[in-house]
């Protein structure tokens, strides 16, 4: 589920060209991979990699949602999503529900590519929320996924600490079913 809700950002994001959060989503992506592949593999560091991740992935999302409400300074209207190499914004500010995009003429003053000139009304959930709803969403679902993670590796390390090497049995009851004791005559 986390998987398929990272990829369904990581094309809202691809449209609206915001090259920070592509990369995020990406890395996401790929360490949601290696939890699955760790949990199937029974390879708790590949587990451990993807709590700590996690953690930095939930500490992102927070930072989506002041970005996007403009909490402490931060603008939404500024090109960090996109590393200040274009002025391309989110996706959703043009295309959300509801919303109507309107081009209008661009004054003699401006440049064709500013995007001054786009008239958007209409919209029933404006895009800083849509934003920050999908980031509450992937919160949530890394919580789940975090204290998920947290009980396969107890599991795991559980059976790691109760293997024994002699055949399934522990030493203390292999040693006292198996050696017979014969009373000694002083």
Not at 106 to 121: E, L
Not at 155 to 160: A, D, G, K, L, Y
Not at 170 to 176: F, K, L, P
């Amino acid at each position: 589920m986390t998987s398929l809700s990272a990829l369904e950002r990581q094309i809202f994001d691809f449209l609206g060209f915001q090259w920070a959060p592509i990369l995020g989503n990406f890395l996401h992506i790929i360490v949601v991979i290696l939890g699955l592949f760790g949990t199937i593999q029974y390879r708790p560091r590949y587990i451990v990699v993807y709590t700590v991740w996690t953690a930095l992935w939930v500490t992102w999302n927070v930072f989506i949602i002041c970005f996007y409400l403009e909490v402490g300074g931060l603008s939404k209207d500024t090109d960090l999503m996109t590393f200040n190499i274009s002025v391309h914004r989110s996706w959703w500010r043009e295309h959300g529900p509801g919303c109507v995009r309107r081009v209008l003429p661009p004054s003699a003053h401006g440049m064709m590519d500013d995007y001054t000139y786009v008239s958007v009304t209409g919209c029933i959930v404006d895009f800083q929320y849509l934003e920050v709803i999908h980031s509450a969403v992937q919160i949530l679902l890394s919580l789940v996924g975090f204290v998920y993670a947290c009980y396969v590796i107890s599991i795991f390390m559980e059976e790691e600490d109760t293997f024994d090497f002699i055949g399934g049995l522990d030493a203390r009851s292999y040693h006292q079913d198996h050696v017979e004791l014969k009373p000694v005559n002083l």
